[in-house]
């Protein structure tokens, strides 16, 4: 198991930037793979962009390509969200995940509290 907690969240305008930052515990952070996962209001928790154990390897959901990037320092046990040109429709509680093993989009068996990005048009 791996005990994550996220920061970087909040209300930022349109056309802008945040960047999230993801904290994990434990000594076995690169067996996981690591992902970014966002639920707004309403709507069912989706996947948004995930990072392979090594960071070589990167997937993203289609609405965010070319304008979000993850990456990871595990020297810091730390993965990132770097969100650019925000839309209002990226307004969601945004959770990290971990899951051990090879990238994917399902099996996240491990995750943060969430934090809220809310995006003013």
């Known amino acids: 198991q791996v005990q994550l907690v996220e920061s970087g969240g909040g209300l930022v305008q349109a056309g802008g930037s945040l960047r999230l930052s993801c904290a994990a515990s434990?000594?076995?952070?690169?067996?996981?793979?690591m992902a970014w996962f966002r639920q707004a209001p309403g709507k069912e928790r989706e996947f948004v962009a995930g990072?392979?154990?090594?960071?070589?390897?990167?997937d993203y959901v289609d609405s965010v390509k070319g304008r979000f990037t993850i990456s990871r320092d595990n020297a810091k046990n730390t993965v990132y969200l770097q969100m650019n040109s925000l839309k209002s429709e990226d307004t969601a509680v945004y959770y990290c995940?971990?899951?051990?093993?090879?990238?994917?989009?399902?099996?996240?068996?491990?995750w943060g509290q969430g934090t809220q990005v809310t995006v003013s048009s």
């Open positions: 990072v392979s154990r090594g960071g070589g390897s990167t």
């Open positions: 434990g000594r076995t952070f690169i067996s996981y793979t």
């Open positions: 995940a971990a899951r051990f093993g090879s990238i994917g989009r399902l099996g996240y068996d491990n």
